[in-house]
Nanobody
Framework: QVSLVESGGGSVQAGGSLRLSCAAS????????MAWFRQAPGKEREAVAA?????????TDSDSLKGRLTVSLDKVKNTLHLQLSSLKPEDTAVYYC?????????????????????WGQGTQVSVSS
């Protein structure tokens, strides 16, 4: 049974950093696509970063997030990470990881959210000013 478990969220002040983790289990080998999404109160869930089985990383084009995210995959531990830096109050959201075991992703745009079959329960990030 595929399981994705996020951790690392918390409350931080603006300007701080957090490293989120997503421990994946229940399948052999590597997922072809693993991604991070976030959902702020009253807003749609949006993709922010992803990595694929070729080792490529992809990020949202959102100006508010550019340069502040780093996604990485620890293949030994099968754990996806998202480093968030220079956090802003508008980064407050629940952050989710998701995976597609069979199809490679090349972008976080488009219908990525609908393609990913496996989701974690989310981890809350709260940024105060």
């Amino acid at each position: 049974q595929v399981s994705l478990v996020e951790s690392g969220g918390g409350s931080v002040q603006a300007g701080g950093s957090l490293r989120l983790s997503c421990a994946a289990s229940g399948y052999g080998g590597s997922a072809h696509c693993m991604a991070w999404f976030r959902q702020a109160p009253g807003k749609e869930r949006e993709a922010v970063a992803a990595t694929n089985s070729f080792g490529s990383t992809m990020y949202t084009d959102s100006d508010s997030l550019k340069g502040r995210l780093t996604v990485s995959l620890d293949k030994v531990k099968n754990t996806l990470h998202l480093q968030l830096s220079s956090l802003k109050p508008e980064d407050t959201a629940v952050y989710y990881c998701a995976a597609d075991l069979y199809r490679v992703c090349y972008s976080v745009s488009g219908d990525l959210r609908n393609r990913l079959a496996y989701w974690g329960q989310g981890t809350q990030v709260s940024v105060s000013s």
